[in-house]
């Protein structure tokens, strides 16, 4: 029944991606406005890094007792997973019901999937009690749908990278100026470290509007203990707390920057360093760097082996794999690959170049705008991996790859959100 809801919703605009807000402000007012009606909000943007930050600010203001609403996007395996109502996601009953309920409100008229949905999510959390709503952009900021929050409590804009150049533009200046739509008059925005051109754009907006910028780098740092804890400083405040939960060195960043926000915007005396040091233990964002220890992949690979899965697909977040990869020297590092036709293979590849002993690629199931299983193959060759073939599917692809090592390797299946949900989705 919410498939058949879902796509419905999917057919009341000719475009996927039509940036305005005037449709979305049409339906907020036949529904009473209940974006007016939210707990204080932050508003995430940025190009890489906005979900790994938004589960951490989660699990922390969740640590100390603090109900939490959540909008993401995409989902991985259920579309309930993007609308988190003080912390639990919705049943399929209630889920059910809430798109209904705003469909007919719509009554037909044109909006995009992205909208409508959107849409429902401040339904839901304007009427159920919650301290805090995180939001995040789906694309870019100044006309995203999300972006009609007057009063925001506090923004955040995350790295800042090339993505997304149809509809942004194709410099970083311009989508700097895009994501920079997010920030408001007097509102704080707390900001990870850009490249200077980013910076520059970010910096006028905020002066222009009068919005504190709060930067890492200059007003908050994080550090690697000696013992891999995090050492984070924020002005006066110091905090020794425990190596983020999710792999790669680029989480201690996210994790700084969620800490800056929380110390911003505290939400009462229950965020102590204990109460801290527990949320950075809870966090869970799957398929970003993330192990698969159970499942019918899993359980066909032989002793020694480890089977991996991240979601990233853009440059920066093939940047950030290559890193973490520099760290596996104990076993060879095979991958399986697919990625959407709209994304910058070449650019996703060149940093890691020589990084794979092997791979297998895929189309991804399900996805009309995925890349051939042969071009994406041949770009993996382009890049320095001359061991690199087509395969009919992920589980496919995993066995080739298996039969064809010489000793135990891992296995990092990676280059798309939506192939990363179809593996959860398989793979338990």
């Not at 006309?143 to 929050?149: E, F, G, P, S």
């Amino acid at each position: 029944m919410i498939d058949s809801v879902l796509d419905r919703l999917t057919r009341l605009h000719p475009k996927v991606i039509d940036l305005s807000l005037g449709r979305v402000e049409r339906l907020l007012a036949t529904l009473g406005h209940p974006e007016r009606r939210l707990p204080p909000v932050i508003h995430v943007a940025g190009t890489n890094g906005k979900g790994s930050t938004i589960a951490t600010l989660r699990a922390l203001y969740e640590a100390a007792g603090l109900g939490v609403h959540v909008y993401t996007s995409p989902h991985l395996v259920r579309f309930a997973e993007r609308i988190r109502i003080a912390g639990c996601i919705p049943d399929d009953a209630e889920m059910l019901a809430l798109l209904e309920e705003v469909e007919a409100a719509n009554a037909g008229n044109p909006i995009t999937f992205f909208e409508v949905t959107t849409a429902a999510a401040f339904l839901a959390f304007a009427r159920a009690p919650a301290e805090i709503c995180i939001l995040e952009t789906g694309l870019g900021g100044r006309l995203d749908a999300t972006n009609v929050i007057a009063r925001p409590a506090l923004t955040v804009i995350t790295p800042i990278d090339m993505d997304h150049e149809a509809f942004l533009g194709d410099t970083l200046a311009a989508i700097a100026a895009e994501k920079a739509g997010i920030l408001k008059p007097g509102t704080p925005c707390v900001m990870a470290g850009q490249r200077p051109e980013a910076t520059a754009v970010l910096e006028a907006r905020a002066t222009e509007l009068g919005a504190p910028l709060i930067q890492d780098g200059v007003d908050f740092s994080a550090t690697i203990a000696s013992d891999g804890g995090l050492l984070y400083r924020g002005g006066a405040k110091s905090w020794t707390l425990p190596a983020p939960v999710l792999a790669g060195d680029f989480q201690y960043r996210n994790a700084a920057l969620a800490l800056a926000a929380v110390q911003h915007l505290p939400l009462g005396p229950g965020l102590s360093e204990a109460v801290l040091a527990q949320g950075l233990r809870s966090v869970q964002w799957p398929a970003r760097l993330q192990r698969l220890s159970r499942g019918p992949l899993v359980d066909r690979l032989p002793s020694g082996w480890e089977l991996w899965l991240d979601g990233g697909h853009n440059p920066h977040a093939a940047q950030a794999i290559a890193r973490h990869a520099g760290g596996w020297s104990d076993r060879p590092l095979l991958a399986v690959f697919g990625m959407l036709n709209t994304k910058d293979i070449d650019g996703y590849f060149a940093p890691l170049a020589g990084a794979f002993g092997g791979l297998r690629a895929i189309a991804i199931p399900g996805e009309a705008n995925s890349l051939s299983a042969e071009a994406a193959a041949e770009a993996a060759r382009r890049h320095g991996c001359p061991d690199a073939a087509p395969a009919v599917s992920v589980e496919a692809a995993v066995g080739n790859l298996v039969e064809a090592a010489p000793r135990p390797s891992r296995i990092l299946i990676c280059g798309s959100l939506y192939l990363a949900g179809v593996v959860l989705a398989e793979n338990g």
